[in-house]
């Protein structure tokens, strides 16, 4: 499931070929296996993801979702994201936690999308 494109996943969701639950625990277990050693990820919040998740399928059930609705995603760590470290990728903002999120990350959750944390980045996208 990994491999697949977000539209391919919004769809094997939309068709219940599986469930949000089972599709970010797919990429959390990902996530465990393999980021050690890329360091792609700043923050993951395995416990919130999967709340995220629970709560667009049943979402699914009762028909009140939309079409990317439960669809794991990371947001670049550039983009606020209220209660979760955000760094921007810089050591001078390592330890900033914003108390909001910022359009896009609210934006995304209405849409349903799950996020699983947050990826590192070039110091303040300079790169």
Do not use: W, Y
């Amino acid at each position: 499931m990994h491999s697949l494109s977000v539209a391919e996943m919004a769809e094997a969701l939309s068709q219940g070929q599986c469930t949000s639950e089972e599709l970010t625990q797919v990429f959390l277990e990902r996530i465990a296996q393999f980021d050690a050693e890329l360091n792609s990820l700043i923050t993951v919040d395995p416990d919130s993801a999967l709340e995220q998740a629970r709560a667009a399928d049943t979402r699914r059930r009762s028909g009140e979702a939309g079409p990317l609705t439960g669809v794991p995603m990371i947001h670049k760590d550039i983009f606020l994201t209220a209660g979760q470290r955000t760094t921007c990728g810089s050591r001078m903002l390592g330890n900033f936690v914003p108390p909001f999120d910022a359009t896009i990350v609210e934006r995304c959750a209405a849409a349903g999308l799950v996020t699983l944390g947050k990826a590192n980045m070039d110091e303040f996208a300079m790169g």
